[in-house]
């Protein structure tokens, strides 16, 4: 059986005053040990939040690092620097930083190869625009992100590696995909995932969704049978509505 995930995203949000709060609030709350709850922080909050966190109920994510453990990458953060801090997690390849930061599916698979053979968790993100969507072409843009993501990954490698659908559409929006519309999609990708590996593989890699997953829809997303988890923005922000997500 796949162990739910529930990964809040904090973006660029919370300085180390505010994030201290909202992870002490967070962990004095009865959390479902049946989830893994993680949280995704910026760079600068890593390292108290590694200390709040040290064997407790919830762990620890980055938002991005590069694939290089070090050299001459001015502001980048490296697989070294986040095993120091014990990140288990890390997010690659956010719609964000393909738009804003020029990431590619290319930059997107260097990254994932480096963080497995660092022991960090890749988080890949992939997910279609809203012309993308329109045009119909979306659902091969996403075989192909999946089919880049996972070049030259092993079997073994592959099944720790957990991928996010996130419709770029749905983030920040408000207008959430159907449970329908993220189910077929999540059940796309692991459609891709057995014809790159087979299917107990594929049977075995978790599949979030993200977009808009706040108390009111996580229910019906996780009833999905594709559906693993879910990647949150907005809602992980605040302790009443991440824990809720947590204990859904
Ligand atoms: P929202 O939950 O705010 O829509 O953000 C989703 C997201 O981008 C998580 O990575």
């Known amino acids: 059986m796949r162990k739910p995930i529930i990964a809040g995203n904090w973006k660029m949000n919370n300085t180390i005053v505010e994030g201290q709060a909202l992870v002490s609030d967070i962990l004095n709350r009865e959390l479902n040990e049946s989830v893994e709850a993680v949280i995704c922080v910026p760079f600068t909050f890593l390292q108290t939040a590694s200390k709040m966190v040290d064997g407790n109920k919830i762990k620890l994510g980055a938002q991005n690092m590069h694939w290089e453990e070090k050299g001459a990458y001015t502001g980048e953060i490296s697989p070294l ?102 189910e077929e999609i999540c059940q796309l990708i692991r459609n891709v995932l057995t014809s790159l590996y087979d299917e107990k593989t594929a049977q075995a890699i978790r599949i979030l969704y993200g977009g808009s997953v706040k108390p009111e829809n996580i229910k019906e997303l996780m009833a999905m049978e594709n559906i693993d988890g879910a990647l949150v923005g907005g809602a992980s922000l605040k302790a009443d509505d991440f824990v809720q997500l947590i204990n859904y």
Request: aromatic letters at 6%; glycine letters at 4%.
């Open 81 to 182: 620097m986040l095993n120091e801090l014990n990140v288990e997690y890390v997010i690659i390849g956010h719609s964000e930083r393909r738009q804003y930061f020029n990431e590619t599916d290319k930059t997107v698979n260097m990254k994932t190869i480096s963080a497995l053979s660092h022991n960090i968790t890749p988080i890949v993100c992939v997910g279609e625009s809203l012309q993308e969507r329109e045009n119909d072409s979306y659902k091969e843009l996403i075989e192909d992100q999946v089919r880049k993501a996972f070049e030259g990954i092993s079997t073994e490698d592959a099944k720790k590696t957990v991928i996010a659908y996130e419709p770029i559409w749905a983030i920040g929006t408000g207008r959430t995909a159907s449970s329908e519309q993220a």
